[in-house]
């Protein structure tokens, strides 16, 4: 199947500072990537979804300031999280799709990124 | 506005027995459903998906699911649980029109005792 890398998997970061997320479909051109947001024994939090070449759509009460969602190319998308605090922390997962009218795709899931700010 | 509910925090079997873990859903289409099972620290993994066609599914890992229209159900099944087993699973869905986004159910955590 295809496969979502996911860069760096684990962070710490001070307080303050931003800390930026990568997520590539390695075989794949994806049209469009998926933010989540898990929080510990919790279900998946959809915070944005992002189509190559547009501005992020985020989901209600999310800070579009606070988490900068980048999708510059169709194998990649960055989310920052800009002046992180420690309510911040969380594991962040990003998952990509190619979608078509003709078919219809799963989601393909990164291994996820653990955020962690002190 | 599309939704899912695992009404199970926790659902514990003994090595051996058949395992249920409950999902029931609701989109304003035709629904695409999906299971996904997490280890820990790690990400999600697809365990099979109902598109169209059969209402029952089989999937990775000897996992199987019924979608129930009626019921608006899509429960998954395994006839003899293994206590490699245990993780969290984690049912989604989505509305077949346009490029809409997966939603989760809260997840159910699966405990196979030996």
């Known amino acids: 199947g295809a496969v979502v890398s996911q860069h760096p998997s684990w962070v710490i970061c001070k307080s303050g500072t931003s800390v930026k997320i990568e997520c590539r479909s390695l075989?794949?051109?994806?049209?469009?990537m998926f933010w989540y947001r898990q929080f510990p024994k919790q279900s998946l939090m959809l915070m944005a979804t992002?189509?190559?070449?547009?501005?992020?759509?985020?989901e209600q009460g999310v800070e579009k300031d606070k988490f900068l969602i980048n999708h510059a190319s169709l194998t990649l998308s960055t989310l920052t999280v800009t002046s992180a605090h420690p309510e911040d922390s969380s594991f962040y997962i990003c998952?990509?799709?190619?979608?078509?009218?003709?078919?219809?795709?799963?989601?393909?899931f990164g291994p996820g990124t653990r955020l962690t700010v002190l | 506005a599309q939704s899912v509910a695992q009404p199970e925090d926790q659902v514990n079997v003994a090595e051996g027995n058949p395992l249920t873990v409950k999902c029931t859903y609701s989109?304003?289409?035709?629904?695409?459903l999906f299971w996904y099972v997490q280890y820990p620290n790690r990400g999600l993994q697809f365990l099979l998906k109902?598109?169209?066609?059969?209402?029952l599914v089989k999937g990775s890992y000897g996992f199987e699911a019924e979608f129930n229209k009626s019921q608006t159900s899509f429960h998954l099944k395994k006839p003899s649980a293994l206590v490699s087993d245990s993780a969290l699973y984690f049912c989604?869905?989505?509305?077949?029109?346009?490029?809409?986004?997966?939603?989760f159910g809260k997840g159910t955590r699966l405990s196979v005792i030996a």
């Open positions: 989604a869905v989505r509305d077949n029109r346009g490029n809409t986004p997966l939603v």
């Open positions: 998952s990509a799709r190619v979608w078509s009218l003709a078919v219809a795709d799963e989601q393909f």
């Open positions: 989109v304003s289409g035709n629904p695409y």
């Open positions: 992002s189509n190559e070449g547009s501005k992020a759509t985020y």
């Open positions: 075989d794949f051109q994806a049209t469009t």
């Open positions: 109902y598109i169209t066609g059969d209402n």
